[in-house]
């Protein structure tokens, strides 16, 4: 089955840290390009970052600086590193691969409290 699962999210304060996790299957994300976006409430859903088969990242300039896109080839994931994490960064946080999106998995919150 092809799908991905978002895992990492939380509560925490600002200027804290977490680490998010996008485990793959059916397909090898060094293969893809990968992204990872966020929705905050009412807002459209935005990218983040994403990282391309040879390892080039691109961040959007919210984040730059803060957060790290990265690769786990052993456990077919996508990794997002997310550092001094402000109270605007609260939203559900999603991955997917381009071209070829996938349906929408359910995401993981992130909530940064002031």
């Known amino acids: 089955q092809v799908q991905l699962v978002e895992s990492g999210g939380g509560l925490v304060q600002a200027g804290g840290s977490l680490r998010l996790s996008c485990a793959a299957s059916?397909?090898?994300?060094?293969?893809?390009?990968m992204v990872w976006y966020r929705q905050a409430p009412g807002k459209q859903r935005e990218f983040i970052a994403q990282?391309?088969?040879?390892?080039?990242?691109h961040y959007a300039d919210s984040v730059k600086g803060r957060f790290t896109i990265s690769r786990d080839n052993a456990k077919n994931t996508v990794d997002l590193q997310m550092n001094s994490l402000k109270p605007e960064d609260t939203a559900v946080y999603y991955c997917?691969?381009?071209?070829?999106?996938?349906?929408w998995g359910p995401g993981t919150q992130v909530t940064v409290s002031s």
């Open positions: 059916g397909f090898i994300v060094t293969m893809n390009v």
């Open positions: 990282l391309i088969p040879n390892g080039v990242p």
């Open positions: 997917n691969r381009v071209p070829n999106p996938l349906s």
